[in-house]
């Protein structure tokens, strides 16, 4: 016998109501943590990508130098090594579920006060957003493996994907909102607060889930920091994101040098975020592959033709390279998000490296924006800071080939060179609680 939802009825009565009704209870909320998630996922980069294209005239408005519009594209990615460092002792004492709610209603706030106020609260308001941003950075990811641990990847890819619309929101409609409003400076920079106060929200529902991350009595001695392993997720992760801001921050300026228009070079920045997308869901391939070497090699490979294509071939087919280049952003940074999870055994450990990760990766990434911004007013020419990019991504080569090894950290009960197993994928509905095993992919 089936229910009218077509589960399998236990017996009939008051017994198999309970299980319809528990069913319906796991499917509502598996339906409200995807939407919560994506709502957060969708407020990760469009604060960021909003600005770029429109540089040159808040510098105008503002009356800023070349060297302060430089410290304000490297004040995002600052902000997420800086507090990055905290985001798991806060989950382990308050619970990831509150803090990711608190760290919605702090966006808002540092959105608002960026854009009321631009003169007085342009760095202020930009460092609470992306002080906020640093720690959904790296919760999110451990919550998924502690609260869907069987479609980690799957979670994982949601999120991206809402990631790269809100990226693509954010980057295409600055310059016509400027355009429309008269050149409004307060609209471009505090538009984009609407949405974050929406997923406020809609992640209310999740913080009646009190349950802090306990660890693992044996694996308390386990320090990420000693592992080698974990420092090799950590320079994937920093050079994928050096790679990815110091593009976003100066492609549509180099564009515009180059003779494009600022529509054209604000399109082609929407293009390349859009290309993201097609790079959501690497994760869920990522999960069912033994090890993620081969995906380390495309993705090199991928952001080295984008670059020099964006950058040397003819104006006219930029479009076309700017759309690979964003495509292999996406893979790049879906990759280092999964070696966060997958090089975990618990999500405890998930939560750290993913800690550790963001906070020395983005510590190193935070050199990008900057150094290309003072090598161009020192040299003149975009030559130099673009000859760095394609050095920095043969390092991003080579620490991919050593994070995508089939590895997992040791959890004091296994030794560092402890190996994952692949097992076949799971279904499962999302839990509140509980940790993958140590030998196993997320």
Not at 63 to 91: D, Q, Y
Not at 208 to 237: D, E, G, K, N
Request: overall charge positive; some cysteine.
């Amino acid at each position: 016998m089936q229910s009218e939802r077509g589960y399998p009825a236990i017996g009939v009565g008051p017994h198999s109501q309970s299980v319809e009704v528990a069913y319906r209870h796991a499917e509502r909320n598996q339906a409200l943590l995807i939407i919560g998630v994506a709502a957060l996922g969708f407020n990760l980069r469009g604060p960021i990508t909003s600005l770029p294209p429109v540089y040159p005239e808040i510098q105008s408005e503002l009356g800023l130098s070349t060297a302060t519009v430089s410290l304000l594209a490297a004040t995002p990615v600052i902000c997420f090594g800086v507090v990055s460092a905290f985001a798991a002792w806060l989950s382990r004492r308050l619970g990831e579920e509150r803090v990711l709610l608190a760290a919605a209603a702090v966006l808002t706030c540092g959105l608002l006060l960026r854009g009321l106020w631009p003169g007085a609260m342009l760095f202020p308001g930009t460092v609470l957003a992306s002080s906020a941003i640093a720690v959904m950075n790296v919760l999110l990811s451990s919550l998924s493996k502690r609260r869907w641990p069987s479609r980690a990847g799957l979670l994982i890819g949601i999120y991206l994907t809402a990631l790269s619309l809100g990226a693509v929101t954010g980057s295409l409609l600055s310059v016509p909102l400027y355009q429309a409003s008269g050149g409004s400076v307060r609209l471009v920079l505090g538009w984009i607060a609407l949405p974050a106060a929406l997923a406020t929200l809609l992640w209310l529902p999740q913080a009646r889930h009190t349950i802090r991350a306990v660890v693992p009595a044996r694996a308390r001695s386990a320090a990420v920091y000693r592992s080698a392993l974990a420092w090799q997720v950590t320079a994937f992760m920093g050079l994928q994101s050096l790679l990815y801001f110091a593009t976003l921050s100066w492609l549509p300026t180099i564009l515009r040098d180059r003779g494009a228009t600022p529509e054209t070079a604000g399109n082609l920045l929407s293009l390349m975020v859009l290309g993201n997308f097609a790079a959501s869901l690497v994760p869920v391939v990522a999960q069912r592959l033994h090890g993620q070497r081969v995906l380390a090699v495309a993705v090199a490979a991928g952001l080295a033709a984008g670059l020099a294509g964006a950058l040397y071939a003819p104006l006219g087919s930029a479009a076309a390279w700017v759309l690979i280049l964003g495509i292999s952003q996406g893979a790049a940074l879906a990759l280092a998000i999964f070696f966060t999870i997958a090089r975990a055994p618990d999500p405890v450990s998930a939560a750290s490296l993913s800690s550790l990760a963001q906070a020395a990766g983005y510590l190193v990434a935070s050199v990008g924006p900057l150094e290309l911004g003072l090598l161009h007013s020192a040299t003149g020419s975009w030559d130099l800071p673009v000859a760095a990019l394609f050095v920095l991504n043969g390092c991003l080569f080579a620490a991919g080939m050593l994070a995508g090894r089939p590895r997992v950290l040791p959890d004091g009960r296994n030794p560092p060179s402890a190996v994952i197993r692949r097992i076949p994928g799971r279904s499962g509905a999302p839990q509140d609680g509980g940790s993958s095993s140590p030998r196993t992919a997320p």
